[in-house]
């Protein structure tokens, strides 16, 4: 399988947040959920990846091109989906249309008409009465008019309803359907990617703290659960993310083997992508 997209030590400084030398790929045909803490580093590293923030250092490859050769042809090829600020608030959904379209070379009219009335969205609407989540509905109309191979997502559905989150996931369910397409999905609403994420990505601190398979992650992982009067110094190693209560202990252990022999009698429960986030993520970052 083909890397859709590579970094490779990307450096990103500021006074109070580095982005320190990270490397990660994107294979083809994969939802890539990209999760971590706000101040993380995730918005960083997507404003490095489009250029929107001048990196120190590292190579980016889309498409297998060299992001910084090849910027204007990659671009042609991505759907971006941030906060909507880009959008000018004077002007209507159509007038917005107008302005972006002649930018891409495989714009379609139709494609766009599906999604807005998917959406529920009136083309005549001015841009300073939507809400946030109506932004972000617009920018996904946008994204997926122009016939991306990639989009990339920041926080896509932080300012959505339950209902329009579903709505929007299942069209990103039904985008990948095609093949030969990626979706890189920065979030912390980590219940979202259990639905659609192949891949996850965890940043902390700058740092990429791993990149594994979502159900190979899922299936290392379990949350363990027993009598305080089990612990003891060694097999309190086996275990991360301790909390001690009056009625027991609960952790996360991905060493579910050694777990069974040196605690018996302790209960396992499936973990989900935010518990395992958590045992990895320790403090506060002063990122962005």
């Not at 008409?113 to 109506?134: A, C, H, N, V």
């Not at 109309?141 to 996931?169: C, K, N, W, Y």
């Not at 986030?277 to 506060?284: H, I, Q, R, S, W």
Request: proline fraction near 2%.
């Amino acid at each position: 399988m083909d890397n859709i997209l590579e970094a490779n030590g990307l450096v990103k400084r500021y006074p109070t947040f580095t982005l320190d030398s990270i490397s990660f790929s994107l294979p083809e045909g994969c939802v890539t959920g990209f999760i971590g803490a706000n101040g993380a580093g995730k918005t960083t590293t997507i404003r490095s990846i489009l250029n929107l923030a001048h990196k120190e250092s590292g190579t980016i490859k889309i498409f297998g091109l060299d992001a910084d050769k090849h910027e204007r042809e990659i671009k042609d090829r991505l759907g971006i989906i941030m906060d909507g600020s880009y959008f000018y608030d004077g002007l209507s959904m159509e007038d917005m249309k107008s302005i972006v379209a002649p930018a891409y070379s495989k714009w379609s009219d139709v494609e766009y008409r599906i999604y807005m009335e998917k959406f529920d969205l009136d083309p005549k609407q001015k841009i300073s009465t939507l809400s946030g989540g109506m932004k972000m509905k617009f920018a996904l109309v946008l994204a997926l008019s122009h016939q991306a191979e990639l989009l990339i997502m920041d926080e896509p559905t932080s300012g959505l309803d339950p209902l329009v989150r579903r709505q929007f996931l299942e069209i990103i369910m039904d985008y990948m359907k095609n093949g030969g397409k990626g979706v890189f999905f920065s979030t912390h609403i980590t219940s979202d990617l259990d639905k659609v994420a192949d891949v996850l990505i965890l940043i902390d601190g700058g740092k990429i703290v791993f990149q594994q398979s979502k159900d190979e992650l899922l299936d290392t992982f379990r949350i363990v659960k027993g009598s305080v009067a089990l612990l003891n110094d060694r097999n309190k190693r086996l275990i991360r993310n301790l909390k001690i209560s009056t009625y027991g202990f609960s952790a996360l252990t991905d060493r579910i083997a050694d777990v069974k022999k040196e605690m018996p009698g302790v209960l396992f429960e499936k973990a989900s992508i935010e518990d395992i986030m958590l045992a990895y993520v320790g403090g506060k970052s002063d990122g962005r």
